[in-house]
């Protein structure tokens, strides 16, 4: 069941009964939304579902211990750089929910007894968030939130265990890094005062899969702490000199760390790490971090960083959100398989999923097993097993795939990159060391390539993602490394050069492309007998991915192809 938070007058928040499903293009006020009885053959946009919490009382922003402030607005603002401002084509709503081409069945909607709800906020200050902070974002040109934001953060801010899923490129870093530098390190809340004979530990630990991410998020961070503030964060990823690390925690004291598993547990088991006391533990890219592969480190880190919840026992006295006293987890990221929501029950107090126009109390999500999206090839509303990747692409991306030969991918490539005049494109392999080749291959072309992968060393992948970012590398081919996190927002084309692994693979993959709403496409390149992977895909991430040609210079559809969209819109209207 879920909450659908809309856009109203009085900062409230409630739920509907039944799923309801709304028309694609334009968003509708929840007020205006009525009773559908029987079956309605609507456009699903976003999919909205009721909850009433533990003592059957409708799930409020009120009952999640939040009070909001309409902070009047600051006159206009001129250097807005919002989600509607990277694509004007594309209205607000298509761009917050994905697309799904089928027509589903609508089952009867109640009544909505909406009238007010925060979450579409037009700007932080609405979000409740300090003075500093926002001044610190309009320097940085940051003043409107996109819509994962503005769920995210008054929910955080009310101590609540999150996990936040919204597709790749929607802003979910600053959904977290916000309430944390709300109330940690020098941009916090003035309110907040330190106690004086309190030994200050680390207060805010994240941590991401690779050290790109990792390094990613603590330039975000420095950005907006700005020079005078930015050794209150330290990173800790691997790969770079540990002593100089250890050095600077001693030295500097920062609040708040960003590092890698292996790093983090490493100085934490070696004492050099004053996590005991520490609020917020924030976990990027979760279902990556919980691979077998980090499974030793993020032990560590789970049993040390701050007190676990389920240890002391809360104050009674206090309002329920003040009572907390063990750390906060917030886990991210754009797929969330069962294997996180298992862990967040786990590892969380009463944890809640955040995603971009709801939320949802885990204790209502299934343990495993299903979770129902519509099938982009079927008319039927079927429920099919996703992998936990719905809603997990941006809904602007196009998807095609070209059937060729292996021996003529790259010519493929090369061809696709021109006719649709992609300017930064990531090609995707499965292992690095055929990446060489491609880029040899490529560039006896005459098309500028690098190639990016672990082995490569620390500063040549420093040097290539500046080249790529910097326009003077057009193709940046890559393996895995890239597919988590990496953000150039300039990307306009992703290519599956390999066919990857399995539908998340996929989501992340295509997610370097279509950043905060911008266009973007996704090629899979691949051979006659892998088309039934590519349809097994779209299927699960419930978008359509269209066969296409390279043609004179042109993207061209196939007949086929057309036909059944044509037969597709048909059905739904
Ligand atoms: N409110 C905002 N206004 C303008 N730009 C923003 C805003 N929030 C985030 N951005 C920018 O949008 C881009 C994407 O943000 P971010 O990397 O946090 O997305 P994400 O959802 O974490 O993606 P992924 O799942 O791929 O990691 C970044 O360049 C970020 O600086």
């Given at each position: ?386 992998q936990g990747t719905v809603?997990?692409l941006p809904p602007v ?143 699960q991430l419930g978008v ?30």
């Amino acid at each position: 069941m879920e909450v659908l938070i809309g856009q109203t007058h009085r900062n409230m928040m409630t739920f509907v009964s039944s799923r309801l499903l709304l028309s694609r293009g334009n968003f509708i006020p929840l007020k205006k939304l009525c009773f559908v009885s029987g079956e309605a053959k609507i456009h699903t946009s976003m999919r909205v579902q009721s909850r009433i919490d533990r003592q059957n009382r409708p799930l409020t922003l009120e009952t999640l211990g939040f009070r909001s402030e309409r902070v009047k607005e600051k006159g206009n603002n001129t250097n807005q750089i919002g989600p509607m401002s990277l694509d004007k084509d594309v209205p607000r709503s298509i761009k917050t929910a994905p697309k799904r081409s089928v027509p589903v069945k609508a089952v009867s909607v109640k009544a909505l007894e909406i009238e007010g709800a925060p979450f579409t906020a037009k700007s932080f200050l609405e979000l409740g968030l300090p003075p500093l902070l926002i001044e610190q974002l309009d320097k940085v040109g940051l003043t409107t939130p996109t819509d994962v934001q503005s769920t995210a953060i008054p929910t955080i801010s009310q101590n609540r265990d999150v996990i936040i899923q919204s597709y790749t490129g929607s802003g979910k870093t600053l959904a977290y890094l916000l309430p944390i530098l709300a109330k940690v390190g020098p941009l916090k809340c003035v309110s907040i005062v330190d106690e004086p004979d309190k030994k200050k530990g680390i207060e805010a630990v994240i941590v991401a899969p690779s050290r790109e991410l990792g390094m990613q998020i603590v330039r975000e961070v420095e950005k907006l702490l700005g020079p005078e503030g930015r050794k209150a964060v330290q990173q800790l990823v691997g790969g770079a000199n540990r002593s100089r690390q250890e050095e600077a925690l001693k030295k500097n004291k920062p609040a708040i760390v960003v590092g890698t598993p292996g790093r983090i547990a490493e100085i934490s088991a070696a004492g050099k790490l004053p996590t005991h006391g520490c609020q917020f533990l924030v976990l990027d890219e979760v279902d990556e971090l919980l691979s077998f592969n980090f499974r030793e480190d993020m032990h560590r880190i789970l049993e040390h960083v701050g007190k676990r919840p389920g240890g002391e026992k809360p104050n009674n006295k206090l309002p329920p959100q003040a009572r907390r006293v063990e750390r906060q987890t917030v886990l991210v990221s754009a797929t969330v398989p069962f294997s996180v929501i298992r862990a967040a029950r786990s590892w969380g107090r009463d944890p809640l999923l955040v995603r971009a126009k709801s939320i949802l109390p885990l204790d209502s999500v299934p343990a495993s097993g299903t979770v129902s999206v519509s099938d982009p090839t079927s008319s039927s509303t079927s429920s099919i097993l996703t992998q936990g990747t719905v809603e997990s692409l941006p809904p602007v991306l196009k998807h095609y795939y070209c059937v060729t030969r292996a021996q003529h991918k790259i010519d493929t490539l090369r061809k696709c990159v021109h006719a649709l005049d992609a300017k930064y494109v990531i090609a995707f392999m499965n292992h690095s060391k055929r990446l060489k080749d491609v880029v040899f291959k490529l560039e006896a072309r005459g098309m500028n390539a690098a190639e990016l992968h672990g082995d490569i060393g620390k500063l040549a992948r420093s040097t290539v993602l500046k080249k790529f970012k910097g326009g003077e590398v057009r193709v940046l081919v890559t393996n895995e490394l890239s597919a988590r996190g990496l953000d150039v927002p300039e990307c306009d084309l992703v290519v599956n050069l390999d066919l990857p692994t399995d539908s998340i693979h996929y989501a992340h993959r295509a997610g370097r492309a279509g950043r905060l709403g911008r266009k973007g496409c996704v090629v899979t390149i691949c051979e006659e007998s892998e088309v039934f992977v590519v349809n097994k895909l779209q299927r699960q991430l419930g978008v359509p991915i269209q066969d296409c040609d390279f043609t004179d210079g042109k993207l061209v559809v196939s007949k086929v192809e057309k036909e059944k969209q044509k037969t597709t819109s048909e059905v739904a209207r």
